[in-house]
């Protein structure tokens, strides 16, 4: 079992930042031997999809709406993977989703409310 929890997120204006973290605990052996660990996100009336993920090996892949705007990192020493957002957008707002796929299984934080004003 793993267990996700978000924190970050909030109210900003068009062209701001805000910082994501998700915290992993549980039944693993580390955030590095996750087959993958990222983010979602969830606008209103809209499909939940991806923003960026970090692969086994650690390769990042990213959604073509966020590239050269947020960034995905992680620190493995405390299970935690980061979501960096800079130049935001009204597009952005959404519910933010942490998630991760440990041995085939899917895990789902609770998610976060992001909204960017205009």
């Known amino acids: 079992q793993v267990q996700l929890v978000e924190t970050g997120g909030g109210l900003v204006q068009a062209g701001g930042s805000l910082g994501l973290s998700c915290a992993a605990s549980?039944?693993?052996?580390?955030?590095?031997?996750?087959?993958?660990m990222g983010w979602y996100r969830q606008a209103p009336g809209k499909q939940r999809e991806v923003v960026a993920l970090?692969?086994?090996?650690?390769?990042?892949t990213y959604a073509n709406s966020v590239k050269g705007r947020f960034t995905i990192s992680r620190d493995n020493a405390k299970n935690t993977v980061y979501l960096q957002m800079n130049s935001l957008k009204p597009e952005d707002t959404a519910v933010y989703y942490c998630?991760?796929?440990?041995?085939?299984?899917?895990?789902w934080g609770q998610g976060t409310q992001v909204t960017v004003s205009s």
């Open positions: 998630a991760a796929t440990y041995r085939g299984t899917n895990y």
């Open positions: 549980g039944s693993f052996f580390g955030i590095v031997n996750m087959d993958s």
């Open positions: 970090i692969i086994s090996g650690g390769f990042k």
